[in-house]
């Protein structure tokens, strides 16, 4: 979140898309209710009437997968306002803080003129090359002045600014063009569109709450594109109240990420090293724009805090490698693996697809529970059948670990081996763990785990030690690495001496780090996680702390400056305990608050007061530096240069559709990668003419292993279904409490049809379209078994990330 | 001195490791009174929901190797002591009916090759075998890559893949990171890519 949690109360209006935070985030719910309170107005956009939904004052059915359609129309519908009422916008803020103002080649051509696609594709419409579903991106960047830097046109009205650009793409999204392809009412549709443009009026804030309908999707980059380009004209980043607030769904979902436990970055949101990168300042250069490298000069306006790139990497490198790791060694850099395909090569999809293959021999598994939460799950079940051995670590038996012996499988045909870990849970260990709104938050142990089950910390250390043992012994190729890596944890290792690591030490002094503004490039600092640096200081300069220094341990829930809900001395947030970040957008050029009932900052007597400001420079009238510190040109972007799919959001059909692109000959995404294992079945609309989605319900979670095993829950919640509209199971024959059998082109499930009012059929451009949806938390393993709705989702993800498209695909419906 | 929930919990701190006693002159001098030593020993503890990621507070109370209560923390500023229906279970992670939930591993099993069912390992047994495959896997021509077929030095091992974990605690996941690219591994993902 660029927000946090308790900052929706602030909020004037809220726009709840691709979520259902009633349901999945039921701590969210009671700020939105708070906000409700004070007049704000919630708006639930949703294919589903949903519990959100019940609450909201403006409800809008929308096809899933059509967000961009939606978003989009009410984009236009703010561009055309602010043409027809400009005073009720903040335009300062669109021409200062964003690369509205900016030039762009002129040479470029967008989805307007050339029909769905951008200039520069390297394929023809439609095209099906993986190797050409491809952008030579070279028009869609900025015209540089004689420095290097971006041209700007601050008056907004050169043909080739991002501005103008960003109107004309847009022309497309009229309201009835986007009725046709969401099937949302027109004047539903348009009286979402007034009461969240109100929200662009300077002292007014507007949030949009968004979740996994918004990321899962082959376009879900563009997703969240389109509502960071709404929020950016709205001036609702960095206020309070406002923000693009993705609400996460595992409790540590937002640490790990932030540990990038992931195949494209390294701890701190680190590039991943590609084989290009020879030594330590290619890999370096590579992550900084430069004229040469066909980019552009830093803006001086800009704080581009990325410029400090080789401190982080090389202070990481010092927390791996310890003393041994010098400038001399180019401090081991060369001991990292580095990739040859494109990092999403490596990602769940592309693991799976190789793990099918047969050349994924050994998996671990950390209370990942993919036979579950993966896409296309029998595919995926039988890629774990081709690994030589797996290695599952969890509370309890999951499918994953159970794969062996699921139904429909012969065990002895199966040749795995199975190495099944007893984890400890949340309570039995310590340790700390990081909120969707960056809060790290230290929790305790309540009691020892469960005869011989251990954390995890501990499992992966004996693992290591054990590894480090057998390549002392033995050797094996570059056993010099592994040897040269600085573990040296005990038996058991202490959660509170990893944490000071993740932090960083003055490697001079021995001292813990302060914050990342003194890490260093030249081996005399250390830091696991820049980004984590302040979280465990020095005791005396947090001594109050429960556990003194460690900032996570925090416990004053004092509600802070302004009274916004800040709550800056409860735990710690990242970076530096910034709890709003773009904050500097929440002032005007002299530092005075758009806002002044809810400030986040304010520039007074020569020093700012509220939250820690993003980049402690004076405002930009007095030589101060530009809102957007991490953007080298200091400029938030509405125009995305660096996308795979292009640098505006454009309506693209799911991968399985039920109709044709009624936006553009560009029927789909053009760039996301086309899977093809035998197992990779694509449904027809002819054979498939239903949308299906995925989701959640508040009783259960995720795969369903923490939740399917408890008793309690089991009773609330106890199997799984399928929502159907009244008119879809009249026409099926399907009576509510029944069964009804869901088909993919993948598989097949059985689930107890839910008949409700909540779906209803969709109007899509003259054609009448059926939804169903169904939660995705069971499995044949636990206390509470069932079909997997997994088993029906197809293998095929975004174009920038991979995200499986998990909601919005094709199924048919039949009574059991 | 009235004991509120928050003075309650102040007293008793960060570290209670299952047991808060009464006892002492610093207690008098907090309370106002010498407190009659209490006859049970209970722990109680500030936790952070595993579920989703909220964040909010839960208090734990342990006992006898069971979780006697748990309660949400009127403290924390995000729930202020409220639970959903997950939140609410959480004991039931450990203790249902008074017992351990009967579902919870406590012990390493390991599934041979075409077997139909588990058996039970000690630790350092199954430790050295996931080493011993590690260290195999990795090293097996097919899988370790020195170079690459464009000839860049590339030192990563193709044949092992990690997935999770998205509720491990941020030190875990800093510890898994750390081992899996100083082996070498790539194939490297968890929930929060899908």
Known sequence: MTNHWNDVANSDVMMAIGSNPAENHPACFGWVQKAKDRGAKLISVDPRFTRTSSKADIYAPMRSGTDIAFIGGMIKYVLDDMEANPDNYNMTYVREYTNAALLINSDFQGADELDGLFSGYKGVYNETDNAKRTYDKSAWQYQLNKSGIPQRDPDLKDNNCVFQILKRHFARYDADTVSNITGTPKDTYLEICKTYAASGTPGKAGTILYAMGTTQHTYGTQNIRAYAILQLLLGNIGIAGGGINAMRGESNVQGSTDMCILAHILPGYLAQVENKDVDLDTYVNRHRPTVATGQFNADPLSLDWWKNYKKYIVSLLKAWYGDAATSDNDFYFNYLPKTTKPYNDYSHIALFEAMYAGDIKGLMCWGQNPAVGGPNANMERKALEKLDWLVAVDLWETESAAFWKRPGVTPANIPTEVFMLPAACSYEKEGSVTNSGRWMQWRYKAIDPPEDAKNDLSIINKIMVKVRELYAAEGGPLSEAIAAVDWNYGDDPDPREVAKEVNGYDLTTGKLMASFGALKDDGTTSSGNWLYCNSVVDPDLEPDAPIPGNRASRRDPTPGPFDIGLHPKWAWCWPVNRRIIYNRASVDLDGVPWDKEQPVIWWQEGKWVGDVPDGGAAPMNQDGYNAFIMKPEGVANIFGRGRADGPLPEHYEPWESPVANIMSKQHNDPAFKIWASELDKKGTADDYPIVATTYRVVEHWQAGQMTRNLPWIVELQPEMFVEISEELANEKGITNGGKAIIETARGQIEAIALVTKRFQPFQLNGKKVHQVGMPWHWGYSGLSRGDSANVLTPHVGDANTMIPEFKAFLCNIKKA | ?194
């Not at chain 2, 050295?128 to 090293?139: E, L, M, P, S």
């Not at chain 2, 997935?163 to 690219?181: S, T, W």
């Open chain 2, 1 to 194: 001195m009235e004991l509120t929930r928050r003075g309650f919990l102040k007293l008793s701190g960060a570290s209670t490791a299952g047991f808060l006693l009464f006892k002492g002159a610093g207690w008098k001098k907090v309370l106002g009174y010498s407190p009659i030593p209490l006859h049970k020993k209970i722990g109680e503890i500030t936790t952070i929901c595993p579920y989703d990621a909220s964040g909010c507070g839960f208090i734990i109370e342990a006992d006898n190797g069971n979780i006697v209560n748990i309660e949400g923390d009127p403290d924390h500023p995000i729930n202020l002591g409220a639970a959903c229906a997950k939140g609410a279970s959480l004991a039931q992670l450990r203790t249902v009916d008074g017992k351990l939930n009967e579902r919870r591993l406590t012990k390493p099993m390991y599934r041979a090759p075409g077997a139909s069912g588990w058996e039970e390992k000690s630790w350092d047994w199954t430790i050295g075998q996931i080493a011993r495959r590690i260290k195999d896997t990795r090293d097996a021509p097919d899988n370790w890559k020195a170079t690459d077929d464009q000839g860049y030095t590339v030192n990563r091992t193709e044949g092992i893949a990690s997935l999770g974990g998205a509720a491990l605690d941020n030190e875990e996941c800093y510890l898994l990171i750390k081992m899996l690219r100083t082996l070498g591994v790539v194939y490297v993902e968890h929930q929060a890519r899908i």
